[in-house]
Structure formats: structure tokens, C-alpha cells
């Protein structure tokens, strides 16, 4: 029916799992949270709903059981090098990537819709972006970029991929449509990036070249202290 | 006469102030006996055992269950046919309700069972004294797998759990250290879980130790140096690749040509695997340069095309 991949199998043990885990162990100052009522408020942001009319505030109930501060100067936006993000933010010790921040940490890597008048999930096909923007994963990446952007403060890091085909700073992309816009800018004070190759990998893209350029042009143009750096060793 | 009649009533009120006062005293007092009373019986209470380490990781079954089915899942689709309800509940049975000191490998046959699954040769990495490295590795490097990194270690890595004969069987306020008892659950599991991973290896394995340790980057205490290293099947491995890291401007406490290393080599090729050791893998140190980039150890090469 869709031309995506249905549900992730398990996704209501795998979502109270991940929270829990998060709570007890990767990063417990976050204090008590109700795990089953989390899943609850996840839930009822896409089943019962034509699969196409998902909306970012239809997770704000989410976004509130589920909300934390985010350290200053920890906050790391990065587009296109996920694998080296995480080993980069050290999970969670030395930044704070939105996939270490507890609402991010529950959905990572996974996928998952509903059906309209039936309370169960598609576990055969979900809409593709393609297909219709407003379905349940685009629009719970969107709420949450826009939640962790509003969030950030002091200096932020954006890791960008210099060997990415189409440019470092993706057009459209989270960063550049949901994530900028939404800075705070009387909270943060510098704006660090990092352009890095893959090892052995191609450099299409550098600091003050293509669409990194129109990065640090748009930057600078909305105020902010603007830095960056190739090829962070 | 009125004042003999007022004073008779004074009396009579004063008995039943007098009366109404004591009864009162006696209800405090019975309140005050019985919440102690209770209170006392329940600090006898659930007789658990008290130990010295962390106790059992709150919420252990959902956490369990999360990671096995996130493992099968969303990481590892080839492994679909594993039924995570019965991992989870092998585990539990590990423990549950038995005294926390006397854990046996039998008691984790069941589970080891369940959760095992094959290595793709070449694969393995071992570790010793290098918990954060090198899975920082292997999760920027898919191409080798820890024990962590398998369904197992995956379920099991730093929580914590053990049992205890009164109800309800878990205790979640501590758990026996090592040195209070080697037979605890902790210990027992990832000691089998070792020497299995160990097994499973074939082909080419790696073993990441730390070159900056005073006490030598090869332990004959380490859990790689007295279960792993004799589980490895010489049928099987062919060859050891010892990566030996030093901290980025930290102590070069020893090299490939150190003593323990030198030990570690003659124990392996006693056994017919052949050695090779390299002081600084590359990949691996970029990965330590990320967080030290200025340092001189992690210059760009300055011949390169």
C-alpha cells in the first residue's frame, strides 16, 4: 500500500526499553520519568489518524513527559555522518547529540505509523516522505529538532560531511528547515562548525566553498559569532 | 446552699475533666506503642542479605527485553528467530530466588543457549582495560564486534543483577562484590559469556590493550588473559593482532617490546597462533585525536597524496 517499511516489530517493548535504559543508565540525572505513560503519549500522537495527517504538535504531550535540559555548550547538529556523531559525542559525556537526549533516544533508528479508524499499527508499509510529508516519523524528527534547537545554548557544534554527495549542508534538510530557524539567539554565543572528509573519502565540500559557504553566509547575515574548521583530525 | 450545691458540680466536673484527661493519655500512649510495634517489625522485615556492590538494576525486565528486541530488531534482522520473552526469562531463572554467592554456569546454560549466536570471522576484538575506546570503535566501525556488541553483551552491558532466597527473589538494594564472593552472578556470567565469545572466534581476532597502564597492558587477573586467551581454538584462529594504545599525551607505560606483552606472545604461540603486534593502530588513534587534535601524536601526515 505505502512504499516505506511498515512498523519496526516490537516497537512498544523496544520504546519502554530504550526509556527505561535511559533513566537507569545512560543518563540517570535526568531523574524519574513514567516510561508506559511516555509510550502512551507516543502512541497516541499517530494510531487512529489517516497515516499522512501527522503533525509535530501532535507529540507535544510527548515532548513534555519527556523533556530535559540540554547542557550549554553541548549541543552537537550534524547532517549526513551519523555513525561518527556517536562515537563523537561519546554517548552523551562529551556532547549531547539530539539522539543522546532522551526524547531522541527512544525513536532513534526506528520507524512506525498508524492507520485511520483502527487503533493498531501498519506493521506491512508506512508513507514515505515522498508520499506525504506529514506522516508520523517526518513530523516526530521535525517537533524534535525544533525542540532541541530551542534548547541549545552557549557554543554549538555542527558536524558536517565534506565527502557527501549534493553538498555538507543538505537543501532541503533538518538543520538548514527546522533546526536554524529555530536557535535561540540571545542563548547562544558562538557557532562552531566542523567539515569532516570521510577517511579516504572524497572532498566535495570545505569550509568557505559551495554550500558550506552558504552556511556561514547565512549564519553570519542572522548575527551569530560564526567559526569552522576542515577536516577535524 | 447554692454555693454547696455550685461547689458539689466544680467536684463533679473536675473528676470528669480529670477522667476525659487520662482516657486521652491512655489512647496517645496505645497509638504510640502500636506505631512503634509496627515499626519495629518492619525493620526486621525482608531478611535480605546485604552486600557492598550496586543492587539489581531497577526496571531489569524492561530493559532486558528493550535491548534484546532493539538487538534483533533493528540491529540484527538475521537473528529474527530468537524469542527475547524466553531469553528474558532464562535469566531471570539464572538467579531468581537463589542465594546470590552460590551462581553456577549450569544455572546459565539455559541462557547462553538461547542468546548465542555465530561470529563472522575476522571479526572479534577483544579488550582489556579499554572499555571506552574501544567501543567507541566499534560503533563508528561496524567491521568488528566486542562482546558488547553481541546479543549477550549487548542485554547485559553495565546493568546489574542477583538474587536472594526471601521475596520477591531480587534484591535491589545490593549485590555481592567479587571479593565478597566469586560465585555471584555478575561474575559467573560474564566469565561463561567470555569464554563462548572466545569459541565462537575464527579466522584473524583482535585484542585492543592499553599501553598506558602502570600495572602492565597485559593482565594474567584480566578476564582476557585468564578465560579468553584459552578459549580461543587453534583449529579455528589463525592469527592475533595485538593493538597496543597509548593515551593521547598519556603514560607510555609499555609497548609491543614490553614484558607483559612479551609474556602474552609466548602464551600464544605456545597454543600455534602467530602474532602480530602494533603499538598505535592507526584508526584507533584517530579516533583518541578527535578529542586531542593539537596534541603532536595526532599531525596530519604530512606526505600523504
Known amino acids: 500500500k505505502w512504499k516505506g517499511e511498515g512498523t519496526t516489530q516490537n516497537l512498544e517493548s523496544i520504546v519502554i526499553g530504550r526509556c527505561y535504559d535511559y533513566i537507569r543508565i545512560v543518563n540517570p540525572s535526568v531523574g524519574e520519568k513514567n516510561c508506559s505513560q511516555i509510550w502512551e503519549a507516543f502512541k497516541n500522537a499517530f494510531i487512529n489518524k489517516d497515516p499522512c495527517s501527522i503533525l509535530p504538535e501532535d507529540y507535544e504531550l510527548f515532548i513534555n513527559l519527556t523533556f530535559h535540559t540540554i547542557p550549554p555548550n553541548k549541543s552537537l547538529f550534524w547532517e549526513n555522518n551519523q555513525l561518527l556523531v556517536n562515537s563523537f559525542a561519546d554517548r552523551g559525556r562529551r556532547y549531547m547529540s539530539l539522539g543522546d537526549t532522551l526524547f531522541g533516544f527512544v525513536g532513534d533508528f526506528l520507524n512506525w505509523c498508524g492507520q485511520a479508524d483502527s487503533p493498531g499499527l501498519d506493521y506491512e508499509s508506512c508513507p514515505t516522505t515522498t508520499e506525504c510529508e506529514n506522516n508520523a516519523v517526518e513530523s516526530f524528527w521535525r517537533m524534535l529538532s525544533i525542540i532541541y534547537a530551542k534548547h541549545s545554548s552557549g557554543v554549538i557544534h555542527v558536524l558536517l560531511n565534506g565527502s557527501a554527495a549534493g553538498g555538507a549542508y543538505p537543501q532541503p534538510g533538518f538543520f538548514a528547515d527546522y533546526e536554524i530557524p529555530n ?12 567539515v569532516v572528509d570521510d577517511i579516504e573519502g572524497p572532498d566535495i565540500d570545505s569550509c568557505g566553498a559551495h554550500s558550506v559557504k552558504t552556511l556561514e553566509t547565512r549564519l553570519t547575515a542572522l548575527g551569530y559569532d560564526v567559526t569552522c ?4 583530525k | 446552699m447554692p454555693l454547696q450545691q455550685g461547689s458539689a458540680r466544680v467536684r463533679q466536673r473536675t473528676v470528669l475533666l480529670l477522667g476525659i484527661v487520662v482516657l486521652l493519655a491512655a489512647l496517645v500512649l496505645a497509638v ?5 510495634l509496627t515499626h519495629g517489625r518492619h525493620e526486621d522485615g525482608p531478611k535480605m542479605l546485604k552486600w557492598k556492590d550496586r543492587g539489581t538494576t531497577k526496571n531489569l525486565q524492561e530493559v532486558v527485553l528493550g535491548r534484546c528486541y532493539n538487538y534483533i530488531t533493528a540491529q540484527h534482522p538475521e537473528l ?12 531471570k531463572d539464572a538467579f531468581i530466588y537463589k542465594n546470590p554467592c552460590n551462581i553456577t554456569p549450569e544455572d546459565y546454560q539455559p541462557l547462553m543457549e538461547l542468546a548465542s549466536h555465530p561470529i563472522p570471522c575476522n571479526k572479534s576484538l577483544f579488550w582489556s582495560k579499554t572499555g571506552d575506546l574501544v567501543h567507541r570503535y566499534t560503533k563508528s566501525n561496524q567491521n568488528f564486534l566486542t562482546l558488547e556488541d553481541t546479543l549477550l553483551g549487548y542485554m547485559a552491558d553495565r546493568i546489574s543483577w542477583c538474587g536472594d532466597p526471601s521475596a520477591p527473589g531480587i534484591n535491589y538494594e545490593s549485590c555481592p562484590k567479587r571479593n565478597e564472593c566469586e560465585s555471584n552472578p555478575s561474575s559467573v556470567f560474564w566469565k561463561m559469556a567470555s569464554k563462548m565469545f572466545a569459541e565462537a572466534a575464527c579466522g584473524v581476532v583482535q585484542v585492543m590493550l592499553n599501553g598506558s597502564v602502570e600495572a602492565g597492558a597485559f593482565r594474567s587477573s584480566s578476564i582476557f588473559g585468564s578465560v579468553e586467551i584459552f578459549n580461543l581454538n587453534p583449529d579455528k584462529v589463525s592469527e592475533v593482532h595485538i593493538w597496543l594504545m597509548q593515551d593521547i599525551g598519556g603514560p607510555q607505560s609499555e609497548s609491543c617490546s614490553g614484558h607483559s606483552i612479551q609474556r602474552l606472545i609466548s602464551i600464544l604461540e605456545e597454543r600455534n597462533f602467530k602474532i602480530i603486534c602494533e603499538d598505535n593502530y592507526r584508526p584507533v588513534q584517530l579516533l583518541q585525536c578527535v578529542h586531542n587534535p593539537d596534541h603532536t601524536d595526532c599531525r596530519l601526515c604530512t606526505n600523504s597524496t
Open chain 1, 183 to 194: 536557535l535561540q539567539k540571545d542563548k547562544i554565543s558562538q557557532i562552531v562548525i566542523w
Open chain 1, 229 to 232: 574548521t576542515d577536516n577535524d
Open chain 2, 80 to 91: 529474527g528467530d530468537k524469542d527475547c520473552l524466553k531469553i528474558w526469562e532464562s535469566l
Open chain 2, 32 to 36: 504510640v506503642l502500636a506505631s512503634l
